[in-house]
């Protein structure tokens, strides 16, 4: 231990290493999240985080005091959305502040850029906090390895890559901060530390709502060690603390409000910190009271407090003091709720269960280094681990119930195989036995090779000396060092080779899958080119210049954000599901006939009509696809309208061309797609997505092709006015005839 | 193409039919008589009763028809699972009180009894159930063509079937699943072996000590079937495995979002080998003292954790064929 280099003692070596070692974590976690940014350029990804970046630009121009107050009537038309009382505020006020900060050092940074960046940034300082958690639960080298995991890790990676500026960016940082706060709190029953929990747990509460996660997780961890009979002042301490602090400070967001009070999301929490005061009591009395005595009482005071509590919080919900759960959270809990209550819920693909492949496309080896884990973590079973444990299982569950919770798995799936892991390397990389032992080993064949190299020389002169060098392999000392060293060897250089694969697998899924803007896609020509397809900003770009500034925009409910963020025009629907009818609503709207359509839109002030239409790129994801949905949800609020088995043809199939069901073809859905589309694919034209023949002779009426995009992926028309002499368009266009007979020359 | 000859040679029959011109009194009286011989109500037809009793365009009654194949020859599994829904719905119908006036007959037309008729209408892929709607009288519908009906998981089981042609009838069918009294007896006597050995684990064990580590095998089987997607089949209902047109077994779905009931078992054990072999290399190899034994150990886990991986990896190349790596040439 006295070697030193460059004049520093082994242990400043030691925290250099780590230093260093985590700072190349940090850069290799922020550089794998970048593919999206150089293969396209600086974009904001997908549907959410437009609302993000919209809500942080107006944070940044108008300040905290309008954002606060800010009632949007561009959304929701014509109710409105307060936005300042709907939404998690933690993003966009990092981000603002972030951006004034730079801005104060006269660093003229652009609000985009910083939004774009947002979530690569945090994903160094989550692979930092994961080290803090991996530290405190085990030593340096699990943190270690966590953190390399965590930040490589394409169940993280999913949403955090840069542009995808969402809650969850920044949320996963704070859940592992949280969770590592806590467990130091508990560790050292320090109220400083649990202070520091309530801090960071305002901070995820202002963040995202899987602050419900921490609000429940904790609480349990309370629970699980009262019930194995580990109640010490520390836990005391450390609960009381945040649970006051924490509990105060989320009810200053307004979204969350007094939700802490009376939801049964936060009954759980409530009614452990109730119960510590009364286990805290009770140790406290166990002190005055002899043994016996204090048994009888324990008992009949937990009988008493069960049927008084038990009493208590049925009677609250009977008579709905405490709100029941909210329907996302019950889902989790039945799951087939959803699937029949709630088809909202149900129609995001990123609600659906997960299949086993997905969990090891997002978590490869890590996923079966998880049961070594929790092992291990029952072998040594203090406070920590079985926090740890129950993280496990419930993370486990909730991300088996719902694809997109694989999120909150991935944090605790890297500390456990960095526990795993560093159990193993702490045995097999310790040469320090094994080297004393393969030079004994060495020592001890020499001389017994020399005794018998006596032996020969003194017994038999005559034999020539080839006979002593032919000796066999195994029993020089060389091949004695390294049979000593064998299984040190091979399990090190075998879990080296796990560790470069996961590497790899980390960067080929992160690139190939999580990679992609959603806004902009990419394609590939035979010959290998690449091509860019920018049509999405093309159409609202298109709708910016050449429209009204108040011009109403009807789409479906998943390009909401996007017409507001891009296009800065009214929406009726948008991604923020709050209004079932209103979504519902648009759904009619669309799957009704065109006059009906026509009456409903002018009655909602529409003035255009957006709709996706992947047809001739073969786009999968466009609104013909989800057309099913949107007749599910309309159907769901509107009964006597129209049956989803209407739009199935006679045959029972979902078809889109001359076979189609007689409802199908009238929709209005199915015309603004298919409306003049056989033009331009010719007569043996084919949709790409549905491989079906296409539909000929739509006519449209009142409604008017405004612009169609290069691609034909986005296609807007306009409402028509009434007409002047109070015809019906359909009396006008047959007196005008088709407008476009001689436009179109095959 | 399919859909389009089916249609014509609809079209064909029915005129052929039209002009022989049946009392459609006479043709329920047909098909009841027929039904009347099966225990389930489910008529067995033949080409000849089809394309007279069934295809006719004017009828006052529906009829719910399955095309399927029984004969063992065959090796049709799906057909008989939902020859056994559909039974089950039939018998259901048939002892149902209050029918609101409606004629329904359930019916089937084998491939032994109309094989010329699923040449004709090259039909390759069975079973299918197909529902022939009453074209006039008070219950007529609105659209008599023929359709059929979409088996899905959901509509495949009994109480999906009777839903949903409860639906398309506006009239509720009860099925009749008669009682599985083996099922209950195996229930109750593993219910009850079960509380036996509970007992006797109370009576010989000691749990305290044994408290950890009966959490522990109860933590780890439920992370093990949470992570190998237990959820997924729990939802979705899957099969349990899958079949190629042969007869062969798949055991894995070659889609990456989809899986059989058994993949889930297999992904498990999977995953429990690989986490056993890192336990084993930390617990106990390095008790091991004896130098060749512990070598000889330490290289079969080793051999183990890297064949069980590279299964995985392989199993998950099949699912995702882009996927650019490999493991031991696998």
Redesign the interface.
């Known amino acids: 231990m006295a070697y030193k280099v460059f004049g520093l003692t082994a242990s400043d070596q030691t925290s250099l290493l780590r230093i260093a070692i985590l700072g190349l974590i940090s850069i290799v976690a922020v550089g794998s999240r970048l593919y999206s940014v150089i293969r396209f350029e600086s974009v904001i990804h997908e549907f959410d985080p437009w609302f993000n970046y919209r809500t942080t630009r107006y944070l940044v121009d108008n300040g905290f005091d309008k954002f606060w107050n800010w009632f949007d009537e561009t959304a929701w038309y014509p109710l409105g959305r307060v936005v300042g009382g709907t939404l998690y505020p933690g993003i966009m006020v990092t981000s603002a502040t972030i951006y004034n900060a730079l801005h104060l050092v006269n660093i003229p940074v652009d609000i985009r850029n910083v939004c774009v960046f947002l979530a690569p940034a945090f994903s160094a300082l989550t692979a930092l906090a994961t080290y803090q958690l991996g530290k405190e639960v085990k030593n340096a080298t699990a943190g270690l390895l966590a953190a390399a995991f965590i930040g490589v890790a394409p169940g993280y990676i999913s949403r955090s890559v840069a542009g995808s500026y969402d809650n969850e960016g920044i949320a996963i940082f704070l859940l592992v901060f949280t969770f590592f706060l806590w467990l130091r709190s508990v560790r050292l029953g320090s109220a400083l530390y649990g202070a520091l929990t309530a801090i960071f747990y305002f901070y995820m509460v202002s963040a995202w709502g899987g602050y419900v996660f921490i609000i429940n997780l904790i609480p349990l961890h309370v629970f699980a060690l009262l019930v194995m009979g580990r109640y010490s002042n520390r836990l005391y301490v450390a609960y009381s603390t945040f649970y006051v602090l924490g509990t105060l400070a989320s009810m200053q967001i307004p979204f969350v409000g007094f939700q802490p009070t009376f939801t049964s999301e936060h009954m759980a929490a409530l009614g452990t910190f109730g119960l510590i005061q009364l286990v805290a009591f009770a140790s406290y009395v166990r002190t005055l009271v002899p043994s016996d005595q204090f048994r009888m009482l324990i008992r009949l005071s937990i009988l008493g407090l069960f049927v008084v509590g038990f009493g208590g919080l049925v009677l609250l919900t009977m008579t709905k003091v405490i709100a029941p759960w909210t329907g996302r959270f019950y889902s989790l809990w039945d799951?087939?709720y959803a699937?029949v209550h709630i088809p909202i819920i149900a129609s995001v693909s990123e609600h659906q269960?997960?299949?086993?492949?997905?969990?090891?496309?997002d978590l490869n080896?890590l996923?079966?280094?998880?049961?070594?884990g929790?092992?291990?973590s029952?072998r040594e079973?203090s406070d920590n681990h079985v926090f740890l444990?129950l993280y496990?299982?419930f993370a486990?569950?909730f991300?088996?119930?719902m694809v997109r919770l694989i999120l909150t798995l991935t944090p605790i799936v890297c500390v456990m195989a960095g526990v795993?892991m560093a159990?193993?390397f702490e045995?097999?990389l310790d040469f320090s036995k094994t080297k004393a032992e393969a030079e004994n080993?060495a020592v001890a064949t020499a001389p017994a090779e020399k005794e018998k190299e006596k032996g020969k020389s003194q017994g038999g002169a005559g034999e020539p000396p080839v006979a002593v060098a032919a000796k066999t392999l195994y029993e020089t000392a060389g091949f004695k060092r390294f049979?000593?060293l064998?299984?040190k060897i091979?399990?090190v250089a075998?879990f080296l080779?796990?560790l470069c694969?996961f590497q790899?697998?980390c960067s080929?899924i992160t690139s190939?899958a999580y990679s992609s803007p959603s806004v902009v896609l990419a394609s590939r020509g035979p010959d290998g080119s690449h091509h860019i397809i920018d049509d999405f900003r093309e159409a609202y770009y298109w709708l910016q210049m050449n429209t009204k500034a108040d011009a109403k925009v009807l789409s479906w409910w998943d390009y909401g954000y996007q017409l507001a963020g891009m296009a800065d025009r009214t929406t009726l629907v948008d991604n923020n599901t709050w209004n079932n009818t209103h979504i519902a609503t648009v759904g009619k709207i669309l799957a009704s006939d065109e006059d009906t359509a026509y009456e409903l839109a002018r009655r909602h002030d529409v003035d255009y009509v957006l709709v996706v239409f992947g047809g001739m790129l073969g786009y999968s994801g466009d609104d013909i696809n989800k057309f099913l949905w949107m007749i599910r949800i309309a159907q769901g609020v509107y009964p006597d309208g129209f049956k989803e088995?209407d739009f199935?043809n006679?045959?029972?199939?979902y078809a889109i061309g001359d076979?189609a069901s007689p409802t199908m073809r009238r929709s209005l859905m199915h015309k603004l797609c298919y409306y003049r589309f056989h033009e331009v694919m010719g007569p043996q034209g084919f949709d790409r997505v549905r491989k079906q023949k296409l539909p000929k002779d739509i006519t449209l009426d009142n409604f008017e092709e405004a612009y169609t995009t290069e691609n034909w992926m986005v296609r807007i028309y306009k409402v028509k006015d009434l007409d002047n002499y109070g015809r019906s368009h359909h009396a006008v266009s047959a007196f005008e005839g088709p407008r476009f007979k001689n436009d179109f020359v095959f | 193409m399919m859909?389009l000859s089916?249609r014509l040679l609809l079209a064909l029959v029915v005129l052929a039919v039209a002009l022989v011109g049946t009392g459609n009194g006479q043709s329920l009286q047909a098909l009841q008589k027929k039904a009347n011989k099966d225990k389930d109500g489910l008529a067995r037809l033949d080409i000849n009763l089809f394309m007279k009793h069934v295809v006719s365009e004017t009828k006052d009654y529906s009829v719910v028809v399955q095309l399927t194949a029984l004969s063992p020859k065959y090796k049709c599994g799906p057909c008989k699972s939902i020859d056994a829904s559909l039974r089950a719905v039939s018998r259901g119908w048939k002892d149902q009180a209050n029918k609101n006036g409606r004629d329904i007959v359930f019916a089937s037309l084998d491939v032994e009894d109309g094989e010329e008729l699923f040449q004709q209408m090259k039909i390759d892929n069975i079973p299918r159930v197909m529902i022939f709607p009453a074209s006039k009288g008070p219950h007529a519908f609105a659209?008599p063509?023929?359709?059929?009906?979409?088996l899905s998981p959901r509509t495949s089981s009994v109480s999906g079937m009777a839903s949903k042609l409860s639906?398309?009838f506006g009239i509720e069918i009860k099925a009749h699943v008669p009682v599985d009294y083996a099922r209950y007896l195996m229930n109750a006597a593993s219910a009850a072996a079960a509380l036996y050995a509970l007992y006797l684990v109370y009576k010989h064990i000691n749990l305290r000590t044994l408290g950890?580590?009966v959490?522990?095998i109860a933590?780890?089987l439920?992370?093990?079937l949470?992570?190998?997607?237990?959820?997924?089949n729990?939802?979705?209902s899957p099969p349990y495995m899958g079949q190629t047109r042969s007869g062969d077994v798949i055991l894995f779905a070659p889609v990456?979002?989809?899986?059989y009931g058994v993949?889930?078992q297999i992904?498990a054990v999977?995953?429990?080998v690989?986490?056993?072999c890192?336990?084993a290399?930390?617990r106990h190899?390095?008790k091991i003292q004896n130098?060749d034994q512990?070598?000889f150990v330490?290289?079969m886990f080793?051999v183990a954790?890297?064949m069980t991986?590279s299964y995985?990896n392989s199993v998950?190349r099949m699912?995702?064929p882009?996927?650019?790596?490999r493991?031991l040439l696998l």
């Open positions: 799951t087939a699937k269960p997960t299949a086993w492949p997905n969990f090891f496309f080896m996923i079966w280094l998880l049961p070594a929790i092992y291990f029952f079973l444990i496990s299982l486990a569950y991300a088996g119930v795993a159990n193993v045995i097999y080993m049979y000593a064998f299984p091979v399990v075998n080779y796990f694969m790899w697998h080929w190939s088995e199935y006679a045959a029972g199939e076979t | 859909q089916f659209n063509s023929p359709r059929e009906m979409s639906e398309l950890r580590n959490w522990a933590s780890i439920f992370v093990l949470m992570t190998s997607g237990f959820m997924w729990r939802i979705n990456n979002n989809q899986q993949e889930t992904v999977s995953y429990a690989c986490a056993m890192v336990v290399l930390v190899v390095p130098t512990r070598n330490t290289f080793v954790l890297i991986f995985l998950f699912k995702m882009a996927y650019p790596f493991m």
